[in-house]
């Protein structure tokens, strides 16, 4: 079953709003606007991704929750950024470099994985969370999914190495937040 939508907070809109349509591309389809169960009201905007689901942002005007909140949803829980994020499909990897190519374009920094059976490239948007780009390689077999379920069930499993890592910089400064 496929995500309807992922939602994530923000404490600085504008910036969030032009990460979202102009560096990832998504097309800002709806917005929002309604009370929050305490007597504050929240915006809350919903982008096309491109695929079969969206990503929704909060904008929270709310007294109860405060105007200072770790939005964050790694770093904010103090673990690395790595660990939560959010990965978006690239079906083949032309798309793939064309993100890669429009994220320089505006002041990004990209890392790029090769994790052999997909490769990744990552950026971090304006409340600190990690996104993620993904192409599939290699479809998953029969083989992978035993192999997976050997791996679970292994309490010390052999390590691979780690993935082949490409940083491609930013072709222009970062634009101000």
Partial sequence: MAFHH???ATS???????????????????????PTPHDGWAKHLFYDTGGN???AVWELHDDTIG????TA????????????????DAPDL??????TRRWQEHGIDVVELDHV?????YAVDPNGILVEFCCSTAPLTEADAKEAARLLADPAPELEPFPTTTVHEALVPAPPS
């Fill in 6 to 8: 992922v939602a994530v």
């Fill in 12 to 34: 600085d809109l504008p910036a969030t709003h032009r990460f979202y349509s102009e560096a990832m591309g998504f097309t800002l389809r709806k917005v929002q606007v309604a």
């Fill in 53 to 55: 689901g969206m990503l």
């Fill in 67 to 70: 105007s200072e909140f770790p």
């Fill in 73 to 88: 949803i790694s770093t904010g829980l103090g673990l690395p950024d790595w660990v939560n994020h959010i990965a978006f």
């Fill in 94 to 99: 032309d798309t793939l470099a064309a993100h």
């Fill in 117 to 121: 059976w997909c490769r990744s490239i």
